[in-house]
């Protein structure tokens, strides 16, 4: 998003002229009626505007004769009034107005009593009351005598007049209608037809003129967008407005020509016909409103054409960016491919080689530059016509050819320096086989023919002409060698050289020596002699020196293609291929880190404003006064604590986020370590529902008005105070996108737990919004603990009366519920009716009841249902049959009660190891330690007890301050149970078990069950996490059992005082029980498949 096009000058102010003249015509301000409002008044036509003016050109005024003008309602007469006095211009009618009553057929009681209601009605200026008086002789008596008695109760200037004669003094004839004696022709029908019309012209012109202005300034805000389908979709939403725009103004424009046409009737048929004033000013109007509507054509049309020509330039460039972003993936693909090109070869059939596949490669890498070269060309296109992203357009431009160029430049000079090496291959070649064919001449050669003088010549004739073409086949000077191909000449080359010439200087060397031998054999006579074939220095018995120059190209091409076939190329594209792909992923990686940067810091910046502009000026004194009472001293409520969300977010937050920013996918870090400051929006979402009711009762008053006004937000201040709950869900959504692709990175763990704990406090944070809505609990929720879970669920109860359980007859039809599960207590609410609006609208539930978790107990299927599960206490006395919507909910709601059970039985233990770790008597200890271990005999239990009997004096200021229930020896404490009936379940009694018994003797190879979380203390031990299923596998040294974790696979060591406490057996059902008047536990999976947890947590150490 980024551009904005300005609405032009020229459009605006065709718009404002357009406007201000209908609203010369309308008058709304001052007379907010129209004809067609007042049609049935006006046609009564007790008073009109005929259209004359006065000497000083003050709008005349006409009152006919109407008997029956006392009986009008004052609303007709004065909403007629107001009416009439709109029409003239505001100069004329600042002249004051000129009434002329006609009452030459009246009685002066009509006289005066019309006077008396235009003196109290008229609401403009009057500047002269013209009344003709009755013509009988007795009424104009009555006139003139009565009239000087009244006039100064009139309270204007009034003239008697006796007839039109005299009104001529005032008013020029031409002025004047007919029935006064004047001249002007006068139509009320079609004066009210004329002003029906124009009036409705003005008002389309008005309207279109504000239509015209929202739409211009509509597309003068519009951001373009950042994609070109987006671009395209706006500039289709544009035009369909535009046309419409224009055909509203075409309308506008043909309306206002009939009106014309219908005003100047009168001229088309009479040419002499005198228009009055008023028709005047309303042809000039009409005449000025329609060639400003042809100016506010234009100007729109011009404006509408540079704003259609940069959303088009905008999606020329949306596409030539997209194209750029292809375009460069491609040629950062060929550069890295080109990469991998080596310039150095290790013999000419490998160089061949890897000059062919850069041939290939630069087939295919021309057609890509042609593309990129293209693409460049285009955008210098788009400069040249005047685009208005030329400083974007031109670096890109530039960075393609000069990409171009660098892959142009790469690919030349790896190929020249290949056919370099190949030369030098070459080169080394044909030395060495020009030594290799020097040594085969030399053995070649005969020694019976070399022993006389012809052959001895013949043979040095024949060496003289093989090194004559010594200095085309072999390296005259290494150091030129060396130098000239610097560039390609590696260790191993240099190697080669190195052999080569030193393979030339041993031959150059054995033909030194034989030319030697053969001169002598030339220049004596010898005897004959016996002749020996001589040893040749260099020559296999079964080849020729050319068959083993084969052999060894052979090798050497054998060698070659199994390098070639080699994995290293394969492998190299594939690591080529993968880092591609973990540049893309980091890519996008920084991309949502950028976003969540800048929406920071944008946040910050919006916090700040609602501060500063609006809770800042509550206590400003010069905006007290605007300030309503219900406002007063609500600060905090209308805010919260959005202070110190700012200030977090300002001062640490944004902070610690900015030094992420080269390394996103560790920011889960940042998450992890201000994960308890983030919790500061529970406090805020719980203050919103009465944050928003007092906004509804004072939205409207000056003061947020005033506040807005000077912030210059188009928004109000309800839309902002909404932002938080928005920010704290929106990290959500961006953690979610970082670990999208942060896979396998350094940091996807932390992502993902960071994740965990934002949703965490969305669900803590939703939770509270419901606990807020419980109304009727007598105590303190906070006492109850945190709220683990809450939801609606179906609820049937039954009760236990003596012995037998009766099923309580008005529950067949269950309850519905809303429960809330605390740490120390669950409630059971009914679910009110929601109403109101926004938060007002989430409902309200009424306490009906409440359990202590300490007294709890639970069966996990119910019924032969697997949505239903049983809460119970008191031995069974009273039972809750709870039904969720589904299965899900119901295993998530027995695991979370499971947990706060076992966490209170964990916390007993930990309460009673620590008594236990009190100095006490060696006697009291051996009397109070009582082992319930599944492994003990039953003459072992029976001693057991006998010994609790014994015991029981000195223990019972122990144990009376614990509960017994009988029906604890049937309750149980299994963990899980299979559909399979394979139940299995931790076998300690609470009360008497002894820690180092249990690890001695309770632990057995086995598969159990997880009841709690572990985290592994050393390398070698093993983590844990309730709900795993792990198998003892056997007992080490120092109290350690290894264990295999079956849902992980992974292995390690626990320490067996560890394992008491967070696995349950699951092969067998094991059962305890110790005598009928001590506390027991008992372990046991119902033929129903249930499963029954109770709680110790209410027993005291």
Known sequence: MGEQLSV????????EVLSTVSDDIVHREDAPLFAAEIGSELHKQFAFLPGGRGMNGSPVMVFPEFPSFSELEEEDVQNVFNYLTSVPSVTASAEGFILVIDRRLDRWAAVRTTLLRIAGSFPGILHLVLVLRPNTLFQ?????????????????????????????AYIDPGQLTTELGGTQEYCHESWISHRTAIEAFALMVKTTAQTLQAFGTELAETELPNDAEATTGLLHTHTLKKDTMKEDLQVALSQGGRLLECINEPLQTDPEYSMTYDEQENLATVQRLLGQLDETETAFDDFWERHRTKLEQCLQLRHFEQHFREVRGQLEATSERLSGFSEVSVNPAHAEHVLRELSVHESKACDILDCALSLASEGDRLIENSHYAEDSIRPKCSELRGVCEDISSTLRSKKTLLLRAMELHHSLEKASRWCEDGIFLLASQPVDRCQSQDGAEAALQELERYLDTAAVHSIADRSAICCQYEAVLTAQLRDQVERVFQKQTSVQEMFEKRRVSLKKLAAKQTRPVQPVAPRPEVKSPLSSPNQQRKERR????????????????????????????????????????????????????????????????????????LIPNTLL????????????????????????????????????????????????????????????????????????????????????????????????????????????????????????????????????????????????????????????????FSVWT?????????????????????????????????????????????PSYSFKHSLSMSAVG????????????????????????????????????????????????QAFRDARQQKSSDPVSPSQTSNTSISLSPFRSNGVKNQKKQEEKKTEPSTISEISSLPRHKGWNKASLSVDATEENDGYSSSEDPMNSDPEDDVGKKLAPGKYTVVADCEKAGPQELSVKSGDMVQLIREGEEGQWFVKNLRTTKEGWVAAANLLSLISESKSSQSLSSSDGSVSGNISTSSSCSETYTSYSDIKP
């Open 8 to 15: 032009p000058e020229d459009l605006e102010r065709s718009v």
């Open 140 to 168: 104009r008596t009555l006139s003139d005598f009565l009239f000087k008695f009244n006039k100064d109760e009139f309270k204007m200037k009034v003239v008697m007049l006796s007839s039109v004669t005299e009104l001529h």
């Open 554 to 625: 052979y090798s050497a091409d054998n060698v070659i293609c199994k390098k070639a076939e080699s994995p290293v190329h394969i492998g190299g594209t594939r690591h080529a291929s993968l880092s591609e792909e973990e540049e893309n992923l980091a890519v996008l990686r920084r991309h949502v880190m950028n976003e969540l940067l800048e929406t920071e810091r944008a946040y910050v910046e919006e916090l700040l404003c609602v501060l500063e502009g609006y809770a800042a000026e509550m206590d400003n004194p010069a905006m007290a006064h």
């Open 633 to 792: 001293s609500k600060k905090d409520v209308l805010f919260g604590n959005m202070s110190e969300i700012h200030q977090f977010h300002k001062r640490t937050f944004l902070k610690e986020l900015e030094a992420y920013t080269d390394c996103p996918e560790l920011v889960g870090r940042c998450f992890l370590e201000r994960m308890k400051d983030l919790q500061i929006y529970e406090a805020y979402c719980q203050n919103k529902p009465r944050s928003e009711s007092l906004w509804r009762q004072c939205s409207d008053c000056a003061f947020f008005q005033e506040c807005q006004k000077k912030l210059e937000h188009k928004l109000g201040l309800d839309s902002y105070l909404l932002k938080p709950v928005q920010r704290i869900t929106k990290y959500q959504l961006l953690l979610k996108e970082l670990l999208k692709y942060s896979k396998g990175c350094d940091g996807c763990d932390d992502l993902q737990e960071a994740l965990s704990s934002i949703l965490g406090i969305l669900k803590a944070v939703n939770d509270s919004m419901h606990l807020i809505a419980i109304t009727g609990y007598e105590g303190n929720l906070s006492d109850l603990g945190r709220l683990m879970m809450q939801g609606s």
């Open 798 to 842: 039954e009760h236990k009366k003596g012995h037998a359980k009766v099923k309580d007859l008005a529950r067949f039809k269950p309850m519905q519920r809303h429960l809330f599960l605390h740490e120390k207590a669950l409630l059971f609410c009914k679910r009110r009716e929601e109403n109101g609006e926004g938060y007002e609208k989430a």
């Open 858 to 905: 639970i069966t996990e299927n119910a019924k032969g249902d697997n949505k239903k599960f049983e809460i119970w206490c008191n031995s069974r006395d009273e039972v809750f049959i709870v039904q969720a919507p589904n299965p899900e909910v119901k295993t998530s709601w027995v695991n979370e009660i499971r947990k706060v059970l076992t966490q209170q039985l």
